[in-house]
């Protein structure tokens, strides 16, 4: 693996950093999980797309740059860099539209990836129910088949669904089959949610952020071009969506990057008078650990490159990326002390932090998966 740029990659370094610089907004804007912060997002979501920013890596006609992969972790590293917004879009972005370029008909993708990279419309993911979180094969949630109307009425009910409260879309798996054993007879659907018969019931959070909503459906129909990666064939494109979630696209490294600095930077601000001793190498450890997961992202667009698929190892990432993100801000609140209540960003990013064991699989299913399918142990 050669870790140097090649002039053209520092070229396209130097012409984003400039971009970024002359455009991030001066001051912080409002949590992109209430409604007014989402909206205020969504503009910066379109001036990333009128500038060809939004989806670099992607086709020129779905509003990208055609970057290399290289080019996009330059990129992602850049905007961490410059403090600019979070992507409101990500659901679409980095986990639709891989699974969409790799199942989808051209159709599929003439209609949707263009609007999703501007902003225009926007996605959430409807894989929880009450009774099914990390078991995703245990879902309940119905499509039955209505011939006469040529497509499906869903039937059913999803809940932690982030920014579902704001989305105009959702993607998620439906039971097709009920017959079929637990990781069969399921189908993938794309569900614009203004269709008739689904309920949008949002609900706020203990931070007073308002995004999460329940999603309720009663016999809503969506026709057959709504399905992607045929019928009773969702188990398998939905593992590809959470490849794209626990691995590579998600959680890009230069997320970890930038804030192990700004940690740094507390320190230095800080840590010449903090009483505990830990915390010297709490910091630095947190800066090694951001190189390792940025030198391992390097690894796998290696081998992406050369033609391979990330298969289970996702899974060993996400464990990764989500606890590092916990010992990041953990420590800057050590290192805060009673004022950590105080500070808005790293209170903030601490309590985000926390759902990550949980979202995308909690680690927990996480382990199980990079013990059976990655060291090949026996299930007990």
């Known amino acids: 693996m050669d870790l140097t740029w090649s002039p053209a990659e520092e070229a396209f370094r130097v012409e984003v950093r400039a971009w ?27 001036r990333l797309f009128d500038a060809r920013w939004s989806v670099v890596s992607w086709p020129e006609a779905y509003g990208g740059r055609e970057a290399s992969l290289w080019e996009w972790l330059i990129f992602e590293e850049e905007y961490y860099r410059a403090g600019a917004p979070q992507r409101v879009t990500q659901n679409g972005i980095f986990l639709l539209a891989p699974t969409l370029f790799e199942f989808g008909t051209p159709a599929q993708q003439d209609r949707f990836l263009r609007p999703m990279a501007s902003g225009e419309e926007t996605w959430c993911q409807g894989w929880s129910e009450p009774d099914a979180g990390s078991d995703l094969a245990g879902i309940s949630s119905r499509a039955v088949r209505d011939d006469e109307a040529g497509g499906w009425r869903l039937r059913g009910q999803k809940t932690w669904t982030t920014r579902g409260a704001f989305c105009t879309h959702l993607f998620g798996l439906f039971r097709t089959d009920p017959e079929a054993q637990r990781h069969r007879g399921l189908t993938y659907f794309l569900v614009p949610l203004d269709t008739p018969g689904v309920t949008v019931r949002g609900f706020g959070r203990l931070d007073g952020d308002e995004g999460f909503a329940e999603v309720f459906f009663d016999d809503a129909f969506v026709p057959d071009e709504m399905v992607l990666g045929g019928v009773g064939e969702g188990w398998s494109v939905a593992m590809a969506t959470t490849g794209s ?22 320190y230095a601000e800080r840590g010449a008078g903090a009483s505990d001793p830990g915390l010297r190498h709490a910091v630095a450890q947190a800066r090694i650990d951001a190189e390792a997961y940025a030198l391992q992202t390097l690894s796998t667009v290696t081998r992406i490159a050369e033609g391979e698929r990330p298969g289970a190892e996702s899974s060993l990432t996400k ?39 949980i ?13 059976e399918r990655v060291l090949g142990l026996p299930r007990k």
Do not use: C, M
């Open 319 to 357: 464990v990764f990326w989500s606890e590092l993100d916990v010992r990041l801000h953990d420590t800057a609140r050590r290192l805060l002390g009673p004022d950590s209540a105080l500070d808005g960003p790293w209170t903030k990013g601490w309590q985000f932090a926390l759902s990550g064991p």
């Open 359 to 371: 979202y995308a699989g909690t680690n927990e299913i996480q382990r199980n998966v990079i013990a």
């Open 245 to 266: 979630e626990r691995g590579l696209t998600l959680r890009s490294p230069g997320r970890f990057l930038a804030t192990a600095e700004r940690l740094a930077a507390l």
């Open 20 to 46: 970024l610089e002359a455009n991030v907004p001066a001051e912080p804007l409002p949590s992109g999980d209430t409604r007014e912060g989402f909206a205020r997002h969504l503009e910066w979501e379109r």
